[in-house]
């Protein structure tokens, strides 16, 4: 099992610049270390998204990771689920073949900047191809996720 829970103090506004940690611990990659930062998350590769939001009813440019490739680089292999804990104890349990069959990005930044608490940071969870149209995008609407503390691969 992998859990990534944020270290230290609360996210602030020093953190708004990728610094937020992140603690990997369980089943994580061989290469992987036990603390990394928002900033090195971003460094296996980013993407960057213009997507809608349908909470906030609106734009944004997302900067992110794929959680495929998020779930590649950091969690052992064999990994097949992916739980994620919000700041209010929100779960969201992410299956492999919804990662390997859509795009999620675990976004870093919006409109160009890290993401505070007070903006929903350090992380959310973001699903750029959204129709509200489509029974599949209403499904993984409540899997929309914001202000990320924890990380759980199994």
């Not at 829970?5 to 990659?29: C, H, M, N, Q």
């Not at 290469?31 to 944004?60: F, H, L, M």
């Not at 959204?130 to 691969?153: G, S, T």
Request: aromatic share 10%; net charge negative.
């Amino acid at each position: 099992v992998l859990v990534c829970t944020l270290v230290g103090t609360p996210v602030l506004a020093r953190d708004a610049d990728g610094s937020a940690k992140i603690r990997l611990l369980g089943a994580v990659a061989e290469e992987a270390k036990s603390r990394v930062t928002v900033a090195q998350i971003e460094a296996i590769g980013t993407a960057e998204i213009d997507a809608y939001n349908p909470y906030e009813k609106k734009s944004d440019i997302y900067t992110g990771v794929w959680m495929r490739d998020f779930a590649a680089h950091f969690g052992a292999p064999g990994v097949t689920t992916i739980t994620m804990t919000a700041i209010d104890d929100y779960e969201i349990t992410f299956e492999k073949s919804e990662w390997d069959a859509l795009r999620i990005l675990i976004a870093t930044q919006v409109n160009g900047s890290y993401m505070r608490l007070e903006n929903k940071g350090p992380m959310r969870i973001i699903f750029p191809d959204y129709d509200p149209k489509l029974e599949a995008y209403q499904v993984n609407l409540p899997k929309w996720m914001w202000m990320i503390k924890r990380i759980e691969f199994n």
